[in-house]
């Protein structure tokens, strides 16, 4: 069997493609695996580092603006929706793949558009809740539309043929453990928060938890893991401006990125973070309580949707940015920690949404279509 894999631009499209991928390897590594991205995208060095071979194409989104740089950029980035179908269809009759699977991202449009012209069964998998357009668009001609979660269906055409799988999940989060996390991180047994806005670091969440980490380092009630990402270098001194140092303060782990986050995630009692999809289904598997800040630069406001089926489901508490301040998240969070009944029951209704087999799930899909 032969599969091409298309998705890109962020690792939110990219790791659940490689998750599978590595996956069906794993069950039959005579399979062949093309991941198809694009040239200068976060996939040129994901897709490798995966071990897998990866061809790339030129593509680009349109800008929803009418300056004269976005009227430029969306000049060239219609002449390359052209060519990518081009170097699509030159990609494709080269493999010659049983099936195209598309993880969303630019990319996604001209491979699996192209594929279905050349006859090829094309497949996608929509981890949001909110499908995203290229979803929509490709979404008749798909064989099968994969979901996250059940919400997603509304969204698209009814005679779209769906199925929840759900989102892959990394074997170390599945396998994680609480207790032997909390020894390895050296943590006690007092409530642990954990909060992140990702790689590179989302401002509102660092500026909404600075005083709330502030105080647990000055009264060392809570133990907290914090990761400020690559633009946020100016937290710590935050911190210090609001009367703490934050290296002094064993209660506190304060760094730039979370390099082991499945033994964090094992470890904590509340999570603070936006709401990626991925994340979302992570936190689900390990079934933790959360206060989601949905991310509102995102397309279509997705994340606003991904945290509304927690909280929907009893399984989260949202607050979304226009709301944050110094205190919100504070204020929010103690009472959370301060009613252990209640916190238990979030992180027993997000355990009830997981669903940790979706590997195996899509790579089914996989199978019967290309039998069929």
Request: charged fraction near 25%.
């Given at each position: 069997?032969?599969?091409?894999?298309?998705?890109g631009?962020?690792?939110?499209?990219?790791?659940?493609?490689?998750?599978?991928?590595?996956?069906?390897?794993?069950?039959n590594?005579?399979?062949?695996?093309?991941?198809?991205?694009?040239?200068?995208?976060?996939?040129e060095?994901?897709?490798?580092?995966?071990?897998?071979?990866?061809e790339t194409?030129?593509?680009?989104?349109?800008?929803?603006?009418?300056?004269?740089?976005?009227?430029?950029?969306?000049?060239?980035t219609?002449?390359?929706?052209?060519?990518?179908?081009?170097e699509?269809?030159?990609?494709?009759?080269?493999?010659?793949?049983?099936?195209?699977?598309?993880?969303?991202?630019?990319?996604?449009g001209?491979?699996?558009r192209?594929?279905?012209k050349?006859g090829?069964?094309?497949?996608?998998?929509?981890?949001?809740?909110?499908?995203?357009?290229t979803?929509?668009m490709?979404?008749?001609?798909?064989?099968?539309?994969?979901?996250?979660?059940e919400?997603a269906?509304?969204?698209?055409?009814?005679?779209c043929?769906t199925?929840?799988?759900?989102?892959?999940?990394?074997?170390?989060?599945?396998k994680?453990?609480?207790?032997?996390?909390?020894?390895k991180?050296?943590?006690?047994?007092?409530p642990?928060?954990?909060?992140?806005?990702?790689?590179l670091?989302?401002?509102?969440i660092?500026?909404?938890?600075?005083?709330?980490?502030?105080?647990?380092?000055?009264?060392?009630?809570?133990q907290h893991?914090?990761?400020?990402?690559?633009?946020g270098?100016?937290?710590?001194?935050?911190?210090r401006?609001?009367?703490?140092?934050?290296?002094?303060?064993?209660?506190?782990?304060?760094?730039?990125?979370?390099?082991?986050?499945?033994?964090?995630?094992?470890?904590?009692?509340?999570?603070?973070?936006?709401a990626?999809?991925?994340?979302?289904?992570?936190?689900?598997?390990?079934?933790?309580?959360?206060?989601?800040?949905?991310?509102?630069?995102?397309?279509?406001?997705?994340?606003?949707?991904n945290?509304?089926?927690?909280?929907?489901?009893?399984?989260?508490?949202?607050?979304?940015e226009?709301?944050?301040?110094?205190?919100?998240?504070?204020?929010?969070?103690?009472?959370?920690?301060?009613?252990?009944?209640?916190?238990?029951?979030?992180?027993?209704?997000?355990?009830?949404m997981?669903?940790?087999?979706?590997?195996?799930?899509?790579y089914?899909?996989?199978?019967?279509?290309?039998?069929?």
């Amino acid at each position: 069997m032969k599969i091409l894999f298309a998705g890109g631009g962020t690792a939110g499209h990219i790791n659940p493609a490689i998750a599978v991928a590595s996956y069906i390897k794993s069950r039959n590594p005579e399979t062949e695996i093309l991941f198809v991205g694009n040239k200068g995208g976060m996939e040129e060095t994901l897709v490798p580092q995966a071990g897998f071979n990866m061809e790339t194409i030129h593509i680009s989104g349109f800008k929803r603006s009418f300056s004269p740089s976005a009227i430029a950029a969306n000049v060239k980035t219609a002449v390359r929706a052209v060519t990518a179908s081009s170097e699509s269809k030159k990609i494709i009759k080269k493999f010659k793949p049983d099936i195209c699977m598309g993880t969303g991202g630019y990319v996604s449009g001209p491979v699996l558009r192209t594929a279905a012209k050349m006859g090829i069964p094309i497949v996608i998998h929509e981890q949001n809740a909110f499908p995203g357009m290229t979803t929509k668009m490709l979404s008749k001609h798909a064989k099968k539309v994969m979901l996250a979660v059940e919400d997603a269906k509304k969204h698209l055409d009814p005679q779209c043929k769906t199925v929840v799988t759900g989102n892959p999940i990394r074997e170390e989060i599945l396998k994680a453990d609480k207790e032997s996390s909390r020894k390895k991180l050296n943590l006690d047994l007092r409530p642990v928060v954990l909060s992140f806005g990702g790689s590179l670091g989302a401002r509102k969440i660092n500026e909404s938890v600075a005083s709330f980490i502030a105080q647990s380092g000055k009264t060392g009630k809570y133990q907290h893991i914090h990761a400020y990402g690559k633009y946020g270098k100016w937290f710590p001194d935050l911190l210090r401006e609001k009367g703490i140092e934050p290296e002094d303060c064993h209660n506190l782990d304060i760094k730039e990125y979370i390099n082991n986050m499945p033994e964090c995630l094992a470890a904590c009692d509340l999570v603070i973070c936006r709401a990626g999809a991925i994340t979302l289904s992570e936190i689900q598997a390990m079934g933790k309580p959360a206060i989601l800040i949905p991310s509102p630069n995102v397309a279509e406001n997705h994340q606003y949707y991904n945290a509304m089926a927690l909280v929907n489901a009893g399984a989260a508490e949202m607050v979304e940015e226009k709301d944050l301040d110094d205190t919100v998240i504070q204020k929010l969070a103690e009472r959370m920690l301060a009613d252990k009944d209640t916190l238990k029951k979030y992180g027993d209704n997000a355990k009830k949404m997981a669903i940790t087999d979706a590997n195996s799930r899509i790579y089914a899909v996989i199978k019967n279509i290309v039998k069929s």
